[in-house]
């Protein structure tokens, strides 16, 4: 079971989240954009919406670089697996506790509001509520991770990290005896990257490929695909009777 959650569930996530993503944006890049309810519950949703936002992000970057800048680097500026241990637990704590806030506020938003409710898809709640499940499995394993700083158990989630994206076989022994939290909350980090082209997180990739797709594959224009089943000429070849001239 170790091999097949760490060595080869991450490639299942990933692929599904690189052809998924690009499906849906071929089939209805429409739907990329997250839908607003800004209107309702907006003093809530602004407040939710920067704490979620925020602490997702730093989260996000600071496990991108700590996982995958190799040890050397950090090792090269005196940053020891230690320091580097203590630092992510302690900044990763700050951001968690922000984001979960504010996932929360979101959460309590989307489900008590009827109007939202009624409007909100099932992948709408429940990806909302699967990050705020990764982040309180985060925020549980920081005071593991403070009091096992000097054992250095971060350089084994680095090793098994870059082992996956560089191909290594036998990567997933790297994490096979850590402590289950760590467990827990990688599979449902990547359930997470499983799930993501079927919600409305692809919207994260729209921020982050705007620049790109303006600088180098804009065509100024849009191709807008209809769910009408009739096609507009056939629904506009009758007029209405107001416009029709009267006889003489």
Known sequence: MNNFFFGIYPYIALAVLLIG??????????TWKSSSSQMLLRRQL????VLFHVGVLVIFFG????????????????????????LAAIAGGIAGIAAIVGGVMLAHRRLVDPRIRTN???????????????????????????????????????????????F?????????HVPLIYKLHIVLGLTIFLVFPFTRLVHILSGFAAPVRYLFARKGY???????????????????ASAKQPAE
């Open 21 to 30: 993503s690009i499906a849906r944006y071929e089939r209805d890049p429409f």
């Open 46 to 49: 602004m407040i939710g919406s």
């Open 63 to 86: 496990h991108l670089f700590g996982l995958l800048v190799p040890h050397e680097i950090y090792e090269a500026f005196g940053i020891h697996a230690e320091a580097k241990q203590l």
């Open 120 to 166: 909100s898809s099932f992948w709408d709640i429940a990806i909302l509520l699967m990050l705020i499940g990764q982040l309180a499995l985060g925020l549980i394993s920081v005071p593991w991770s403070i009091a096992t700083a000097e054992h250095g158990e971060v350089i084994l989630f680095m090793e098994w990290a870059q082992g996956i994206f560089t």
């Open 168 to 176: 290594q076989p036998g990567a997933a022994e790297h994490i096979a």
């Open 222 to 240: 849009q191709i807008v695909r209809t769910r009408r089943q009739a096609p507009l000429s056939a629904r506009g070849s009758n007029p209405p």
